[in-house]
């Protein structure tokens, strides 16, 4: 299948929505150790919630939103005096605690109290722009593979313990997204998702005037912006194409598209099967499709993580459910020619590119449609990617399409 020929129609369109949703998104700090290029959050010295508000917060999900996990995240939640309480109230209400960080303050003491705690995960953001100290100053994409090797590896040898990275994307790293797709399949057995973000931020070059309500916003005071033009129009297909160059065969199974446009791939997701170093195959939207219904016909949420366990169970799926999907089918056919490989486990793996914020040409902003990453702000569920935005001016901004002086004249 050519970039060309990709189809949301063919894919399976995850079932996400703001009511019933795989993932929600908790804050307990907006305080940080690093100062990643591009990064949303404003780091908050002293921002930590009290246990109450965070407890508060999980009130609000439960009441208004259906989840399979939390996500964990911030700033940097282990810089909370309290993590180890919330994931423990996260994990009493019945959802998967999954922390969300950069990984410098975590140390295989800690993981052990978190891992009694009930931490079910962790997503290790590691990209070159987080301005890293020591011997990862510096470091290029592919040279810092060797640090997320240490976090996968003192996960894995903790154990039960699920293990994902993402990394933002931008213009001069994208060239690095297919070496690090093949260190996730040299690694397949400890890692089980590799997700890649497009880099967003408002720059000088965007035709939009901004606003709060009827109030002008001045553009740089948005905490979210660069003085200088920078590329902001990665799409999740732009990435796939790089990952194409150097495995043609990469076919993502299923998406989530955009709420301004319905045929774009906010969330695009690949998942694939095999052991260290060798891929069978890529699984399609059938797939997909069953493992998402048959969770939540069971356990009543959408799957988000999937444990190290079930992960571990690719021959299984291989061997029971071939009749389902037509790239198990081809997966399976691969596996079997060599019939000694039925004494050797094979791995799940999912693959995702995630494209932020777009901007259509009027100035309308399209999110991610049934957005994953809700956060709560006082009593509701809004986006934590623009959260800046209600803390600077108390509403969302809308960018307007910028008029030559003398059509304003004339209306």
Not at 142 to 154: F, G, S
Not at 288 to 308: D, N, Q, R
Request: aromatic content about 12%; hydrophobic content about 40%.
């Amino acid at each position: 299948m050519n970039i060309k020929e990709i189809n949301h129609r063919e894919l399976y369109r995850l079932p996400w929505t703001l009511p019933d949703n795989a993932i929600s998104w908790l804050e307990p700090t907006a305080m940080c150790n690093l100062a990643c290029d591009g990064c949303y959050r404003e780091n908050e010295k002293n921002s930590h919630k009290t246990l109450d508000q965070v407890k508060h917060e999980l009130d609000v999900f439960q009441s208004k939103r259906n989840s399979d996990c939390i996500s964990i995240a911030g700033g940097d939640p282990l810089l909370h005096p309290q993590i180890l309480d919330i994931v423990a109230d996260v994990k009493s209400r019945g959802l998967k605690p999954i922390i969300n960080t950069n990984g410098v303050a975590l140390k295989p003491a800690l993981l052990k109290e978190l891992k009694k705690a009930g931490v079910y995960g962790f997503t290790f953001h590691v990209d070159s722009k987080q301005g890293r100290s020591g011997q990862w100053r510096g470091k290029n994409e592919v040279e810092l593979n060797q640090l997320r090797y240490y976090y996968a590896r003192m996960l894995a040898d903790e154990g039960g313990i699920a293990c994902s990275f993402n990394s933002t994307v931008y213009e001069d790293t994208l060239q690095y997204v297919p070496e690090l797709v093949k260190w996730a399949a040299d690694n397949i057995d400890i890692v089980n998702t590799m997700v890649f973000i497009s880099f967003r931020h408002v720059v000088p070059a965007m035709p939009f005037d901004w606003y709060a309500g009827g109030q002008k916003v001045d553009w740089q005071n948005i905490s979210y912006h660069s003085d200088t033009n920078r590329k902001i129009n990665i799409l999740s297909t732009d990435i796939l194409k790089k990952v194409r160059e150097v495995f043609p065969d990469f076919t993502p199974a299923a998406y989530l598209n955009g709420t301004e446009k319905v045929d774009s791939f906010k969330w695009l997701l690949t998942e694939r099967i095999g052991k260290k170093g060798k891929i069978y195959g890529y699984l399609g939207p059938k797939f997909l499709e069953l493992m998402m219904v048959t969770h939540h016909f069971f356990k009543g949420t959408y799957l988000s993580y999937a444990s190290p366990s079930l992960s571990s169970k690719g021959k299984s799926a291989m061997l029971f459910l071939w009749m389902f999907d037509k790239g198990l089918r081809k997966a399976a056919a691969k596996f079997l020619k060599n019939p000694f490989q039925l004494f050797t486990k094979a791995h799940l793996q999912t693959i995702m590119f995630i494209q932020p914020v777009d901007f259509m040409e009027d100035g309308r902003q399209s999110m991610c449609d049934g957005c994953p990453d809700i956060t709560v702000w006082g009593d509701d569920i809004v986006w934590s990617c623009r959260l800046e935005e209600l803390k600077q001016f108390g509403t969302f901004l809308r960018s307007v399409e910028k008029k030559e002086v003398g059509e304003d004249a004339a209306n």
